[in-house]
């Protein structure tokens, strides 16, 4: 189907010459781009190895990280408390932390889960929700700033904000935007200088020297912060149901079980673009089209994810 938010949609537009970006000449990246044979590896793997990503994350979309989590080929644990976050860290390939809804625990938890992960080396992603908003949801944030994530997945306002909580050099004069809810105010273009600054800043702080920042948006923007990434396609009726971006951050957790951070934020959004793509062709509305997006998470090859546009 098609919704009249997407009439703006890029998604139609797969030539290597689509339009990519404010002041920016990029072209598709070439069929033999040794990043494409990664996607399509990085595919294959999870679907061969069922890779365990375990998710603290809001209890709004737990069931869609999990349920998407299965369906792209790995498998789920949820948990919320240190020592069981830990421990599960422990036999995971990744883990998934979500801020979108909190408790008065989860301040304390938070900062301990992220020191746990760190001195034991285990990756993980972080899906800053609605960050800006709270002084709880604030300080948890900051306290990741020394042992930060391997990946960040969000979308344009709170990438922006996290540069700024962070420190990082934006938060110019009069920068002060933050999400409205959960929901972006900007544009992931106005996102890419922030995005690039904290994926230069995770990189610095992992012993491996890796760092990446996925913006999700109508073209979703992902920079290890040398080079940025521009993912076309999609569907605008990703924005019509509830955990589309916390889905995508678990996915995301289930590729870095199998990959590196570049490669699984890449991995995971371009599969989430294409399975969107075909779930809207036959979609009545936003709940048929959840059902058939799982269905498309499950179908879609790892070689049609690996075709896909990216424009670098
Ligand atoms: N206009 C659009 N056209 C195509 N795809 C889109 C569009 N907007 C969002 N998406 C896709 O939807 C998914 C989620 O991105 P979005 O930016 O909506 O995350 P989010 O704001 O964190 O979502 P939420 O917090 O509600 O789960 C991504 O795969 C992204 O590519
Ligand atoms: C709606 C909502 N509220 C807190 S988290 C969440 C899910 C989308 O991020
Ligand atoms: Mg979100």
Redesign the pocket.
């Known amino acids: 189907m098609t919704p009249s938010a997407s009439s703006s949609n890029p998604s139609s537009n797969h030539s290597p010459n689509a339009s990519p970006a404010r002041g920016a000449a990029a072209g598709d990246l070439p069929p033999d781009h040794p990043l494409r044979a990664a996607v399509r590896k990085a595919v294959d793997d999870v679907r061969a190895a069922t890779p365990l990503a375990q998710s603290f994350t809001?209890f709004?979309?737990i069931n869609l990280v999990a349920n998407a989590q299965l369906a792209a080929g790995g498998t789920a644990a949820m948990s919320f408390l240190p020592d069981d976050v830990l421990d599960t860290a422990a036999i995971a390939g990744a883990t998934y932390v979500?801020v979108?809804?909190l408790l008065p625990f989860y301040g304390d938890a938070l900062a301990d889960i992220a020191r746990g992960l760190h001195d034991l080396g285990r990756p993980w992603v972080l899906?800053p929700?609605?960050a800006g908003i709270g002084a709880t949801r604030t300080a948890i944030l900051e306290s990741f700033r020394d042992v930060p994530p391997n990946v960040v997945r969000g979308n344009a306002s709170e990438i922006i904000v996290l540069d700024r909580l962070w420190g990082l050099g934006g938060g110019e004069a009069g920068d002060r935007t933050r999400p409205a809810?959960?929901e972006s105010v900007d544009d992931v273009e106005s996102a890419a200088a922030a995005a690039r600054r904290v994926a230069r800043h995770l990189a610095s702080r992992s012993p491996d020297g890796r760092g990446t920042v996925a913006v999700s948006g109508a073209i979703d923007l992902v920079t290890d912060g040398e080079r940025d990434y521009r993912l076309p396609g999609g569907s605008a009726m990703m924005t019509k149901i509830?955990?589309a971006?916390?889905s995508l951050g678990g996915v995301t957790a289930t590729y870095l079980a199998v990959a590196d951070p570049l490669t699984a934020a890449l991995a995971a959004s371009l599969h989430f673009n294409r399975a969107a793509e075909t779930a809207a062709a036959s979609a009545q509305g936003p709940g048929s089209f959840q059902t058939a997006f799982l269905d498309a998470l499950w179908n879609t090859t790892a070689e049609r994810i690996a075709a896909s546009p990216i424009l670098a």
């Open positions: 809001n709004v979309t979500n979108g809804t899906d929700v609605a809810g959960v509830t955990g971006g916390c």
